[in-house]
């Protein structure tokens, strides 16, 4: 497929274009304005789905700004919003060859220079099964992290027996 670049009132436009990568299927648009040269910054909006999947998928919208130097490109610090509701987690166990269930919702913000972001998501899963094992509950937590790593803390909501789980990531 072709990616098409288009040019009009003063804004360089990246139009609704699909991509499709083995099962994951993304929408993509973009705009740079061009009111104020010294400052500029790429917004994009995209969404990822999966082939056969019936579900929202993952929205971004994200703000990058950038300039023009004498030594080339330099980025400013990147503005992403991701949101996920409700994606089933069994086309996702099919591709990591393991049997998953439940639904995963996430909202959150990536953020910060490019060569260091910062995380910052809600996440929950209902009813997670993994391997025969479900659980008939539903899971909220954070993950949170930087260049040096990341934390996810987990709890389950309503449950009979009340549990936690934590994990960090280097």
Known sequence: KKAEIACQNQQILLPRSKW?????ISLLEGVIP???TRKLHLDVNASLGMKGVNSQGFDVSAKLPFEFSNDGLILGDLLANLN???????PIGSYLGTSLSGMLSAKGQISGPI????TK????IINPQMIGVRLQEEWRGDLKGDSSGADL???SIGASVPSTFSASFN
């Open 34 to 36: 061009l009111n104020n």
């Open 84 to 90: 996920l509701d409700s994606f089933p987690l069994t």
């Open 121 to 124: 998501f809600s996440i929950g």
């Open 20 to 24: 499709e990568y083995g099962p994951l």
């Open 115 to 118: 060569s260091s972001l910062n």
């Open 153 to 155: 803390k987990m709890s």
